[in-house]
């Protein structure tokens, strides 16, 4: 935890319940965290309109000691041209008043892209400022919307890591991208792995009758949903009784429910939709392994979940999972691609799950949402040029 009391200013696209992912999870265990001994606020950035999944309003409040407020920003005024500079950003954003919001703040923390659009207007008195740096656009998948371009969000993702003294990235996996790719230098980068609620994600209840893997995340080109189909159909040819199951939704479910039945697995994969709280949390505790066919994944969150539920993980070695996942003790972690992520799931399937699954428990318990707060801390500190211990 800091041990200083700070005003801290938080920057992001989503926050509960807005919209709810990796970055929302993220953000709110860290900040209610930080709220215990500072003066915490969270701008939330809204008027980016999604095709296939619009958010919720975000109304202002204060929740667990962290201020929350809406601002709006002209989506459609920003292209791959704009200058954001202080005037520029001020007339294409609202901005909340009041005492709280009007003083200077010490450290602003920004939230991918979406962070570098207030942060000019926000930083006043020599303020440090963190970036994090959860999804590289230049190598991820962006979700489809109608008002800004792809060119306009990189340029604005750029800007953030060029503002910030620190860049906190999720994975070694997604440090090396910056260093490599967006010419971030090394010393200024610090990798914090992502945590889990160790106490909403525990392990409990019986496992499902028959095989059974699960599958948690938007249906998206970056999860690789094909490739989990195909890597399933093998497992059905070893074992004809196997299920699969699929929670969450996105812009790929048409696709998805089109190759379910090309392959003739309707029978055998439920499509959940979007799951949350216990009901997801029972999702993980009943299934015999997890699966990501993922193509693209700075860290993996659901596959941390579901090993604290006590549950094994078949992971894609393409992304952060093999930073958490120690193969061949609690999971599994191999290409996506061809026949190896299916002859993954078989050894799970086949093994001793209880062995693997208590092993995947003890390795999630290391990754508590308290150790992820005083990563952060000490990376404040190099922020603020503060000497930090090794």
Known sequence: MLRTAMRILHLAGEYPP???????????????????????????????????????AVEGDARAGVRVEPVDVDFAALDGRTVLCDADVSSAMTRPHGAFWEAPFDLLHLHDWYGALPAAAFARGGAAVVTSAHLPL?????????????????????????????????SRY???????????????????????DLEAFSPGGRRAEVPTLLSVSRLSEQKGLDLL????????????????????????????????????????????GYVRHAALRDL??????????????????????????????????????????????????????????AAAAIRVLAGDVEAMGRAARARAETCSWDRVSDEVAREYALAR???VDA
């Open 18 to 56: 807005a919209r709810i992912g990796g970055i929302s999870t993220f953000l709110e265990n860290l900040a209610t965290r930080q709220a215990q001994a500072n003066e915490v606020g969270v701008i939330v950035v809204r008027g980016e309109r999604y095709a296939d999944d619009p958010p919720r």
């Open 229 to 272: 189909l195909a890597a399933f159909a093998r497992v059905r040819e070893a074992m004809p009784r196997a299920r699969l199951e699929i929670a969450g939704d996105g812009p790929g479910r048409a696709a998805l429910e089109a190759e379910i039945d090309r392959r003739g697995l309707r029978d055998a994969v439920t499509l959940h």
């Open 284 to 341: 993980y505790r009943r299934s015999h392994a997890f699966v990501s066919a993922s193509v693209y994944e700075p860290f993996g969150l659901t596959t941390l979940e579901a090993m604290a539920c006590g549950t094994p993980a078949v992971a894609s070695s393409l992304g952060g999972a093999p930073e958490f996942v120690r193969d061949g003790v609690d999971g599994f972690v191999c290409p996506p691609h061809g026949g190896e992520l």
């Open 174 to 196: 997604v440090a090396d991208l910056l260093e490599r790719e967006y010419d971030v230098d090394a010393d200024r980068v610090g990798v914090v792995l992502n945590g889990v």
């Open 385 to 387: 040029g503060a000497r």
């Open 138 to 170: 230049r190598f991820g998948f962006t979700y489809a919307n109608h008002d800004v371009p792809l060119r306009a969000k990189v340029r604005l993702e750029t800007l953030g890591l060029r503002l910030a003294s620190r860049v906190v990235a999720p």
